[in-house]
């Protein structure tokens, strides 16, 4: 007991000498690695980490009305508000499925922006379809020009109507609707009558370039396009080895023995030739 008392008296005595010598400034600097601080020495602080302006993406708007040709034409945009960091709300109108489902025999891109709607909807909650009630009455809404307001296709005024319904509503400050005005057999994927509309109720329209979608590698996702053949080999490289399942597919089971040009006939013992 008296050896752990005077131990802690001994420390308490160097305590008391180093703060003697070190004054009110210098402090406790035994076992730093040198003498006392210098008064006037600058401090390191550590400067916030500036953002790169490649890092911040550009949103495009706070409420993204995705008509139906956009989906069908336009799939990298599509890609690009799913990914993480983006800012978009996009709505899917139940038009644009219905012209989905449509399409899905005879465009490829279709069928691939249906898939790529499964995945997000539900899991991204950015993704969003419209509501069955997220919708205004063609009838109430006003139109620049009012004469030629009545003739235009059904599919046309709930699109309308589903993206009117969202500028009504004001939740956010930039509301648009996204169309791809491409010329082309299916109308329902045309963008240039749903424009015409938009503007006509009101609605900003934000005109997207035809991006087709390459799957992200550069690759095509759809069965019929893995059964095509490669045109990219090169004359000089050599073809993919034939599998061996393939290549006993195309063998025969049985060995095929050609027939026999001419007819020898065998003698019996004791049998005579003619």
């Known amino acids: ?4 008392l005077g131990a802690a008296f001994l420390n308490h005595q160097v305590e008391q000498l180093e703060k003697s010598v070190g ?37 495009e708007a706070d409420i993204i ?14 890609r690009k508000w799913c990914q993480r960091g983006r800012d978009e709300i996009v709505i899917v109108p139940l038009e644009a499925l219905n012209t989905l489902d449509l399409l899905k025999k005879s465009s490829k891109s279709a069928r691939e922006a249906s898939r790529i709607l ?9 993704i969003r379809v419209q509501q069955d009630d997220a919708f205004v009455l063609w009838d109430k809404i006003h139109f620049t020009d009012a004469e030629d307001a009545s003739p235009s296709p059904e599919w046309v005024r709930r699109t309308i109507c589903s993206a009117r319904w969202e500028v009504e509503q004001g939740a956010k400050p930039k509301i648009v ?10 109308e329902r994927a045309n963008g240039a009558l749903v424009a015409l509309w938009a503007k006509r109720a009101g609605v900003e329209v934000l005109e997207l370039p035809p991006t087709p979608w390459t799957g992200g590698h ?10 095509e053949p490669r045109k990219d080999v090169h004359p000089q490289q050599k073809a993919p080895p034939v599998r ?31």
């Open 118 to 126: 499964e995945k997000q909807v539900g899991a991204n909650p950015r």
């Open 244 to 274: 061996r399942r393939e290549r006993e597919e195309r063998q025969p089971l049985v060995e095929r023995v050609p027939a026999p040009t001419k007819v020898i006939r065998v003698l019996a013992r004791g049998e005579k030739l003619d």
């Open 177 to 186: 609707l996204a169309v791809s005005p491409v010329t082309g057999p299916a």
């Open 218 to 227: 550069g690759r095509k996702s759809s069965d019929e396009d893995r059964r």
């Open 65 to 78: 009305v995705a008509d139906a040709s956009v989906l069908v034409h336009g799939l990298e945009h599509i």
């Open 23 to 59: 004054g009110n400034d210098g402090g406790n600097w035994r076992g730093r690695g040198g003498g006392p601080p210098k008064p006037n020495a600058p401090r390191r602080t550590m400067e916030p980490k500036k953002e790169k302006p490649q890092d911040k993406q550009e949103k």
């Open 1 to 4: 007991m008296s050896k752990a």
